[in-house]
DNA sequence: CATGAATGAGCGTTCATTCAT
DNA sequence: AATGAATGAACGCTCATTCAT
């Protein structure tokens, strides 16, 4: 029998437990924080959120702040999980695959994503280290894309960094209302329809074509 | 005697030392607000800042978050006064000046707007009553602006909504960066070619045009 | 069916063995509570430094208080053994012997005599209960001592009780430095030599004699 | 007239106001950290030995920190203090002049000086850092002072380091349970009287003097 | 018997606001 | 009108103790 890795299960069991709890008490702190800011979140909210008392909450996280910086990490793995889907898109998939990825990505754990906004428009260090750090190898890349499908004659030559915060402009546009929570998130559907309407007027522009 | 308008002049002359009292009051807590937040600014951080006594603000204000209402009430007016312009423009001038008035109304008092961004991003009350309930307007006449521009035949056949969307994305992102403060204000000529640019990308899209 | 004395020495053992766990636990808290206080000294120390879960703890003490309690006690008992010691020295044996024998007796379970002297001198109910309690006899002694010197001619006709309280004045000099951990504990022979000096000092004192 | 200095003494007013404050409180702390400890002590205690708000005190210590430094600090000060006088005593003085002079300082303030031994005999940055910093010198000039006496042909050839550690002891005897709160403290002539005893015991010894 | 998890009570501290001058 | 002082309410957090396994 295999029973030769008990003491493995057994920590594994009891980890899987505290992260569990983890999350528990990250999906609820995150949804506090976003409806009313870090700040005004206090730690009898959140207790009361995943009914614990407030002392229990202690034992899994070592105060408010760091139940903050761990949603601020995992977004960030999150930008950065981005990336390696990104550098091969642009040669194998077409442009619309990259945006509807970029949206299905962003909106996944929107309220996580709402606070990370909200803490990076305050402050300044998370703006840097947390934000702006892993954001950045993601605008390079879709510069390098516009540059390359510039150079292959498909795009006109324009500036390809103005044309990179063009497409997070959209990006933006689309995702935002989602994240503030005054749309509901689009089914994978409208996702996809969005996107193509999207690439289409960026490929396009608003003008008709002269016959 | 000499007391025909003394009174409304005294009066006059003591509410204008108030309000310009206020302004000061307002531009030291919006500054603050910006930097940390409204709820981390502390009444003692705005009368250091403006140089008073902490209880002296309580002359002017009825308390922090009369403040806070003054500047959120403030930039609902500026958004306002946008309409006028806008109102007018379409048929005069071209989509530039558009894009352009819109920017400059924006960045001026950016400390201001960053604040009011702060807010609606957290406060559900303020998205709704200062930032919707003052932008709607703003985003009809574009869509009306545009629905114009197709049945001209200037603009192919969109989605206005769609459409007035876009054109609010380039403008966030043209527009975040500096009201966020990562980057510095562009001068009118930066945000005329920046204007210029924008509107060409929207009309025409990256695409090249096919022989 | 040997199960005449089973359950007796199965108990006994079970006894020791739980004896010696409370004395683990005993020299780990005397040793943290010495070093950063009672109060400051958390079961959470306790449990650390004796490496057990927290809890258990509460199956050889009723609390963090028992623990103090406890050893409080046993430094009273330790003080009653000095008097057993004591009445039947003066006369067979020599001053220096009693000091050397006090000075080995406090000197030994040094931490726990530190944690008694700082309760004590904040406690006044451990300063009675347990420390001018069982002292009161001892300075007795002292004092019966010295009369019975001054009454053989020994000793000049000084005031016993001031007599008695010098000895001890010494004693917490030499003594007190090592309790507090700012020296080391004297070597039996260092011991010696310094009892010695001291009842030289105190038989002779300072000044020199006159031809 | 002398009112040219009103700002002077407006500000001075005020800031005896502030240091009368800061007394009252400091008295009252050191009453408490006295009978109870400092850990034990809490600021609503505080609070409410003094009579006020306990938001109240943070206008006057940063903390409860603050107030036990600030204890210390002026106990070290006034072990300081001691020297000055100490250093132009052994010429012109008698002996009992300098004990008695030692134990009036000691004295006055006992509760604080309970504090700082309660904090020196846990603390080790304390005893080194507020107790044996600010007594070393005191006690090289005790032991100049038997040295000098030594070779004056006064005192016979002990070791001056033990001898000064003696005076300490017979001080430490003396003024310990006044400190601790045992024994009243001394009326002055009280005072004087032991002092002579002492000094006494210490020239002498108890040896009787053989014809 | 041993223990990690849970918790109520309470701590030191902050702060918007009011009060007395 | 201006202000330093005062404060109640609430916050983040700790810890001795209990509970469930």
Redesign the interface.
């Known amino acids: 029998m295999n029973n030769q890795s008990p003491p493995l299960k057994e920590k594994t069991r009891h980890e899987r437990r505290i992260q569990r709890q983890r999350r528990v008490i990250m999906d609820a702190s995150a949804m506090l924080f976003?409806?009313?800011?870090y700040?005004?979140t206090t730690i009898r909210d959140i207790a009361q959120a995943v009914d614990m008392g407030e002392s229990t909450l202690y034992g899994y996280f070592t105060g408010k702040q760091e139940v903050l910086q761990t949603i601020l990490s995992q977004q960030a793995e999150m930008v950065d999980s981005l990336l390696v889907h990104l550098a091969e898109l642009p040669d194998r998939k077409s442009f619309v695959d990259l945006v509807d990825l970029l949206m299905e990505k962003i909106l996944t754990g929107a309220v996580y994503n709402?606070v990370v906004?909200?803490e990076a428009?305050?402050?300044d260090e998370v703006?840097r280290g947390f934000v702006?750090a892993h954001w950045r190898p993601i605008l390079d890349t879709l510069q390098d894309f516009?540059s390359a499908?510039i150079s292959a004659?498909?795009?006109?030559p324009?500036?390809p960094g103005?044309?990179a915060?063009?497409i997070?402009?959209?990006?933006?546009?689309?995702v935002?209302p989602v994240l503030?929570g005054?749309e509901p998130p689009p089914s994978p559907r409208q996702r996809r329809r969005l996107a193509e309407?999207?690439v289409e007027?960026?490929?396009?522009?608003?003008?008709?074509?002269m016959g």
């Open positions: 976003a409806q009313k800011g700040r005004a709402r906004i909200a428009w305050i402050d703006l702006l516009i499908r004659g498909i795009f006109r324009i500036d103005l044309g915060r063009m997070v402009a959209f990006f933006i546009a689309a935002l503030r005054v309407s999207t007027l960026i490929s396009g522009g608003f003008n008709a074509r």
